[in-house]
């Protein structure tokens, strides 16, 4: 499986930010994968913002859940973000990756074990 | 939100040197703890699930271990290609959140 993000490099203050990720070698409809973001800038670190499951349940960072919707389109194999009043705290690499629930014999635990290859998102005006 | 503190910040030593970076989280993870390793300009790479299983394709020369609080990232014997920065991350409770990383440099 791999996942490509893409979307606008530069986004203006107070604007929406978009990115898509597509995902390709393996099937969007499994039950034990959440698609997620993450993203990364030297203030914050990683931060984690959300997932959804191909069933549609999603679940969002409460610090950013008042800006953001994740949204998956299974035809299209893809699943998308949108982060909505953008500012310059925002600026950062933007991740795509695939949260994983492993088997009870091993933990039964979750992480991410597929990444994108990440998209820099700049906001400025 | 649950803290992850990652001790050291960073650390340099020689080929061949054992590494120990160790992360702290504010409370229990019920072992759900997971390390990933960076390269510089990469997405980060998962290397260790639930506390301690290594994943598929990575070196056993990496070992993890701890339980509540307390876990450890252990490089046994320090390769070149193990230059990265290594981050911490549990996944027990929302939010999930990430230790700020350790970088590893080579000397």
């Known amino acids: 499986v791999q996942l490509q993000e893409s979307g606008p490099g530069l986004v203006k203050p107070s604007q929406t930010l978009s990115l898509t990720c597509a995902v390709s070698g393996g099937s969007i409809n499994s039950g034990g994968y959440y698609w997620s973001w993450i993203r990364q800038n030297p203030r914050k670190g990683l931060e984690w913002i959300g997932y959804?499951?191909?069933?549609?349940?999603?679940y969002y960072n409460p610090s950013l859940q008042s800006r953001i919707t994740i949204s998956l389109d299974a035809s299209k194999r893809n699943f998308s973000l949108s982060l909505t009043s953008v500012t310059a705290a925002d600026t950062a690499m933007y991740y795509c990756a695939r949260e994983r629930e492993f088997p009870i014999a091993v933990g039964g635990t979750r992480a991410f074990d597929i990444w994108g290859q990440g998209a820099m998102v700049t906001v400025s005006s | 939100d649950i803290q992850m503190t990652q001790s050291p910040l960073s650390v340099s030593a020689s080929v061949g040197d054992r590494v120990t970076i160790t992360c702290r989280a504010s409370?229990?993870?019920?072992?759900?703890l997971a390390w990933y390793q960076q390269k510089p300009g990469k997405a980060p790479q998962l290397i260790i699930s639930y506390t301690s299983n290594l994943q598929d394709g990575v070196s056993s020369r990496f070992s993890g271990s701890g339980s509540g609080t307390d876990f450890t990232l252990t490089i046994s014997s320090l390769q070149p290609e193990d230059s990265a920065t290594y981050y911490c991350?549990?996944?027990?409770?929302?939010?999930?959140?990430f230790g700020g990383g350790t970088k590893v440099e080579i000397k």
């Open positions: 409370q229990g993870t019920r072992g759900w």
């Open positions: 959804i499951h191909y069933t549609g349940s999603a």
């Open positions: 991350q549990q996944a027990n409770t929302f939010p999930l959140t």
